[in-house]
RNA sequence: UGGGUUAUUGUGUAAAGGUAGCACUACAGAUUUUGAUUCUGUCUGUCUAGGUUCGAAUCCUAGUAACCCAACCA
């Protein structure tokens, strides 16, 4: 045993339950309301919920909070599934509060029975009002006093569909003078007659998340029920239904979301993006989704490693976005394939090299030598980078300018003698020779060159559409922003290069590859790519001084 | 004017009365057939004011700031 990573706060707790013989073994749960796509911040709570689970041989399960038939629905159901399996975590089983309806009946009745609930007559705007606020105590409803005889038939009359929506609610009998709002005989069941996507017309009453949630963690017998900080004001509420009910204690505990700089992460704001069409869909590479994250080209593991990373508190925090990137560029550099494009093409001729002669060279696929090497055409006419040459030099600038010298990537080192410029001024061409001795592998030419260039030879380069991506937003933290969050988008989110030259090996290409486009970043095909139109995502850029240096 | 939660460097996160550490960012340098990677180095921090103690991020007292709570949402 050398130094050992410190434990957060979630781990102390598991620890010392296990230490002191509270629970043999644990038992978490990740607890999606199947109402949208999960994000980035949901990938926190995954990790953290399946991460003590497998740290502490316990296990996990996947329950998806569906009480409120309204708003969800299975498309939600299976794509959140596919998120968490991507992700690389396995549920123990797959639950639903919607599995418990039938037993949040009886826990309704046993409230009932002990006067502990009553139903409710009032409109929801006589019980906001009767609610007090934060600072002035609420007051008992009219119908706080009825009997329990009578309370018993109007909940099962609620059930049997004998009310319309909104006329009478089930509600638990407290404090209307409790400080904590949520003790203020809170709603526990509503009328709703809707279609639930799991059991139909079967139900018109639904529980509330309140009396659901801890219900179906102690019916699971979840040990550490984790969650995130604003349901700290449910944790009394939590603790009063478990032991009036006298039911299996699951313990909740409360850590900070994770909020993360250049992006939003609430549903409503995401929902907005993908409706007001400012994204193309959830799963649009901009957005801070699982799907989003995934079209883009990011790994799972960078994932999990940049939550590990992240470390868990209980204190409000904004994370940045480059402690993702880092994580991902750590994986990437590591697993992607090298390949070369040109981008932005300009065409450089190699005057004293043969005309109509192709040569095959190879270059490495990676930094780890397994990865191995790939033949790449080599011939008189190449397109390389328009920002790879200058017509006059900045300083410390060492790529292509009159009379410099860089070497073209895997292939020779050539010299700039001359360009050619259009008519509008732009340069056309450029001119060079190149150093027959100086082939990459056994160079024996003695020169020595600052600069390394991509290149891809025009005869044999293929075409692909680019979709450059950049951050959503143009400010850290647009939530925070004064004005709409919208006003803050990116103009300059997506770029389409529409026809990029790449090299002919990337007409292979699949969706589970990932690829650096040497000096320009990582890169990943798109599922929008067709047989015809090979379509590329920029994943994220290379990290780039140089950029910097000149500002 | 109530209740709850939280304050450690630019951003996160450790230190359970005993050297304020680690990571990211940023910056500088070395290496480099990717201005990448890798390596080395640098980087003004314990919310404030008192107190206890040989010694305080940690304990006590009083403040201050931020966030959450008045959905038949979760």
Redesign the pocket.
Known sequence: MSEEK????LE?IVENDLNNGKYKSIITRF???P?GYLHIGHSKSICLNFGLAQKYGGSTNLRF?D??P??EDTEYVESIKEDIKWLGFNWSNEFY?SDYFNQLFEFALTLIKNDLAYV?D???EE??HL??????PGKDSIYRSRSIDENLQLFIEMKDGKYK?????LRAKIDMTH????MRDP?IY???HAHHHRTGDKWCI?????F??GQSDSIEKITHSICT??????RELYDWLIEKLNIFPSHQY?F?RL?M?YTVMSKRKLLQLVEEGHVSGWDDPRMPTISGFRRKGYTPLSIRNFCE????????????L??L??CL??DL?NTAK?AMVVLDPIKLIITNYEDGKTEELHSEN??DENMGTRAIPFSKELWIEREDFMEVPEK????LTPGSMV?L???YIVKCESFEKDNAGNVKAIHCTYFPD????N?TSGI?V?????WVSVPHAKTAEVRMYDRLFKVENPA?EEGDFKDYINPHSLEIIPNAYIESSLTNATLDDRF?F??KGYFCLDKDTTKDKLIFNRTVT????????KG
């Open positions: 410190s434990l957060n706060f102390e607890p999606p309301e109402n909070d009480t409120n309204i708003t509060a409710d009032s409109t929801s019980i906001a609610k007090g606020t934060p600072t002035e929506d909104g006329e009478k609610v400080t904590n709002m949520l709603i509503r009328i709703k639904y529980p509330m998340y309140d659901a949630h900080l604003e349901f700290i004001p449910h409360e900070a909020n700089t990373k992240i470390g868990v508190a209980k204190r409000e925090n904004l994370i940045d480059s402690l990137e880092f560029r750590e550099n090298r990676g930094p410390k600038w060492f790529r070497r990537k895997s292939a100086s082939k990459s592998g160079d020595t600052k600069g390394t260039i991509h925070a650096q040497i000096r290379l990290k780039d001084t140089w950029s910097k240096v």
